[in-house]
């Protein structure tokens, strides 16, 4: 099905906002005017060359934001994907369990929107990258070293959860809205490939975690 829809959208996606033939001129205008406003100009009528795609690869930064990513998408999913297995392990019943999963994700989604439209208004990403990653690794601190209070570890679920999953579409904005567009094209690309990379990593480490860390 996915192959299929990506058939689909194939003749219908426009790479530039010049090219959606779908918008009205005003809209097209407008879309134009934003995506200026955030990452400079479209720069359509560029063709990139042999010597740009070289250059991409001279840029550490790009390599540098993918292994920024990487890293908080690893550790991010390999929650998402075993939640429910690590909330049964502190003791709670099938039914609990599945009820104690929704909270931290509920928490995590009105902090990702603050998060978002406050990094918008200021136009600074960093500053709010730091803090959270911080009360990621203040969450998982307390996951390694506390074993025998469920309250002090069901909460710093919530810290590993929103720091890592407010962080995430922040860093890829990030590493994405600071290079040009010959740039920004293998940025979403290298992060695409990084992103379904993750799951042998992540199947791989759980299954080797002794199970009091799990």
């Known amino acids: ?13 426009a790479d530039f906002p010049e090219e959606a033939k779908w918008l009205s001129d005003g ?63 502190f003791g709670y019943s099938p039914v609990k369990t599945q009820l104690y999963s929704v909270p931290p994700w ?6 990702s929107m603050v998060v978002a439209i406050a990094s918008d208004y200021y136009k600074r990403r960093y500053i709010f990258i730091l803090p959270l990653l911080l009360i990621s690794v203040v969450g998982i601190i307390v996951l390694l070293n506390v074993h025998d209070k469920v309250k002090a570890m069901y909460g710093a679920l919530f810290l590993v959860v929103m720091g890592q999953f407010s962080a995430n579409p922040i860093v890829a904005c990030w590493t994405m809205s600071n290079r040009e567009s010959i ?24 299954c080797r975690l002794p199970d009091w860390f799990r």
């Open 106 to 111: 509920a928490v995590t989604f009105a902090l």
């Open 1 to 13: 099905m996915t192959v299929g829809c990506a058939v689909v959208v194939f003749f219908f996606a």
């Open 27 to 89: 809209e097209r205008a407008f879309a134009k005017a934003r995506l200026a406003e955030d990452v400079g100009d479209s720069q359509l009528d560029v063709r990139p060359t042999c010597r740009d795609v070289l250059g991409v690869f001279k840029d550490f930064k790009i390599f540098l934001g993918g292994f920024m990513y990487f890293g908080l998408i690893v550790s991010g999913y390999g929650y998402a994907f075993f939640a429910p297995t690590i909330i049964r392990s």
């Open 183 to 206: 740039k920004v094209s293998f940025q979403l690309r290298r992060l695409t490939c990084l992103f379904n990379s993750r799951r042998a990593l992540e199947a791989r480490r759980w």
